[in-house]
């Protein structure tokens, strides 16, 4: 499973990058809004992509198709790695096949349902991204999204990655994996918890203890 980060802050993109433990980034426009401050968004997007070189989602913000294809393609322009990502609409799926016919990669967001999937998927897109935390926030099972297009997209060879988004904690990200999601999108803070465990804290803590007293014992005069 590919880990992507979802944020527009270079400061954890750096960390989580440095450390080797993502394969690319996805962003949206209010990750964007959150980070840009007085920047260009294009300028904190091209950083991102020197940072990381993996997937970039930049999302376009026009609603029509002839505006998605135009912001779509100026959004490929900023860097090779840029993944133009596109609405689930009606629209968003006519900018879909035509920013893949000309061979600019596309993560179709905002899905809620596997047929929305499926969809994204024949209209030619590279990732499809369901949500499943804004689907649990409305008391639905957001996994079943991840389950259901899955199956889907195995009993049709569908190459397009399924990409599990909207990452409330470790437990979707276990739950995505087992399912069998390309990728998952992780805040900053779920990458986090998934690295740490208080029983490692505390078998690490006793090997040292441990240790020490080995060692003091054996600089203890005689
Ligand atoms: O960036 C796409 C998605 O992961 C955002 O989900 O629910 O955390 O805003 P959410």
């Keep these: 499973m590919k880990f992507f980060l979802d944020t527009a802050s270079l400061k954890e993109i750096s960390w ?5 433990l993502i394969d690319g980034v996805t962003t949206n426009p209010s990750l964007l809004a959150k980070q840009a401050g007085d920047l260009d968004p294009k300028d904190v997007l091209k950083e991102i992509c ?6 970039v989602s930049a999302e376009v913000v026009a609603l029509d198709t002839d505006g998605m294809v135009t912001e779509g393609a100026r959004l490929a322009e900023i860097a ?15 900018a879909v096949r035509q920013l893949a016919a000309d061979g600019i990669r596309t993560n179709v967001t905002l899905c809620f349902s596997s047929v929305q999937c499926l969809i994204a998927a024949k209209a030619g897109a590279s990732y499809v ?34 990409l599990a988004a909207s990452i409330r904690h470790p437990r979707h990200v276990v739950a995505a994996a087992m399912i069998g999601a390309d ?15 208080p029983l490692t ?4 803590d006793q090997f040292l203890a441990d240790w020490n007293k080995l060692v003091g014992r054996a600089k203890a005069p005689v």
């Design 50 to 55: 020197s940072v990381v070189e993996g997937p």
């Design 129 to 162: 991204s369901p949500f499943i935390g804004r689907l649990d926030d409305v008391g639905q099972e957001g996994m079943d999204v991840i389950r259901e297009a899955r199956t889907i997209f195995d009993n049709y060879r569908i190459d397009t990655q399924i």
């Design 80 to 94: 090779d790695n840029i993944v133009v990502k596109i609405p689930m609409t009606e629209a968003g799926m006519v």
């Design 183 to 197: 990728v998952a999108t992780l805040p900053p803070d779920v990458l986090r918890k998934l690295l740490l465990h």
């Design 16 to 20: 989580a990058a440095q450390a080797g």
């Design 201 to 204: 804290d505390r078998g690490l």
